[in-house]
């Protein structure tokens, strides 16, 4: 069975790559990429389900430099999914 990952800032770079890893390594898993553009947002998603063949791609759209945008993403992902599967962080950090 298929996880359900979200990806913060998932519309490019190492977010989009991490997305993508992803959805090729299990079929079933449920990708949700995060991002502030519905336009970048959609072009991400149509991409990468084109890229990995997987059509459980979404998109969730939010500021999250701002406190109120964060909970409203927590509360629409909690609405549109039923479980959420922990990620492998993206972010590193040099000593």
Known sequence: MG????????????????GLALAKADPQNVIVITGRSAESGKAAVEAMKKDSGNPNIHLAL????????????AQDLTDRFQTLNPKPSTLTSAP
């Open 3 to 18: 996880k359900t990952i979200v990806i913060t800032g998932g519309t490019g770079g190492i977010g989009y790559q991490a």
């Open 62 to 73: 939010a500021d999250l430099s701002m406190q109120s945008a964060v909970r409203s993403l």
